[in-house]
């Protein structure tokens, strides 16, 4: 049973666009969730997060989105760089459980 | 600091063959994991440390063996290789409960033939 879902295996848009990659969670303990991104030959690097008790988290041109009552998010990157070409993962915890579950990836690419 | 590092970077078994990952960081984390990451699959969990001594079961530990003498280092240990077990295995380590920012190694990339 898939807990963290990106439904979305790639998504292709143009430099200087708004590239938006979406989420969904079925576990309502989760109350943490994080995006990484990984380029390829490499670990994932952390990107943004946000708590259950916030609805929004932006960190410069990254921006994520919480809506609770539909177990979704969405991380938000204006304007897409050609730099921001790489696989981005959804992660989620709950409670003090430590381990974090990742979906399965989205694939984005921007294209100059 | 070098953060996360994993040896070797590549590395092909032949069934049945046994080798060990090696993990280190040096940040002073004590929390650690051992992730594999197969095409289409997303990142899952295979065993996972809270601090020396203490390790536990991810969501696919079945084949991997663990151990956690010290804080910096968290080997994951193949004792029969299967062809099952080639796959991306990333190492990670996080500072504490609360701090769910992991650091990630660069990855080890294992062929079992």
């Known amino acids: 049973d898939q807990q963290v879902k990106q439904n979305s295996p790639s998504l292709s848009v143009q430099e200087g666009r708004i590239s938006i990659l979406n989420c969904d969670y079925t576990n309502s303990m989760f109350d943490y969730f994080l995006w990484y991104k990984k380029y390829p030959a490499e670990g994932p690097t952390f990107l943004i997060s946000i708590s259950s008790i916030k609805d929004k988290n932006e960190d410069g041109r990254f921006t994520v989105f919480l809506n609770k009552s539909a177990k979704h998010l969405s991380l938000h990157i204006v304007p897409s760089q050609p730099g921001d070409s790489a696989v981005y993962f959804c992660a989620a915890r709950g409670g003090s459980n430590y381990k974090l579950t990742f979906g399965k990836g989205t694939l984005l690419t921007v294209n100059p | 600091n070098a953060g996360v590092t994993q040896t070797p970077k590549f590395q092909v078994l032949k069934t049945g063959q046994s080798m060990t990952l090696q993990c280190a960081q040096d940040?002073?984390?004590?929390?650690m994991s051992w992730y594999r990451q197969d095409p289409g699959m997303g990142l899952r969990l295979i065993h996972y440390?809270?601090?020396?001594?203490?390790?536990d079961q991810g969501e696919v530990p079945n084949g991997y063996n663990v151990s956690r003498s010290t804080t910096e280092d968290f080997p994951l240990r193949l004792l029969s290789a299967a062809p099952s077990q080639t796959s991306v295995y990333f190492c990670a380590s996080r500072e504490g409960q609360g701090r769910d920012e992991q650091f990630f190694g660069p990855g080890t990339r294992l062929t079992v033939l």
């Open positions: 940040m002073n984390h004590e929390y």
């Open positions: 440390s809270v601090g020396a001594g203490i390790t």
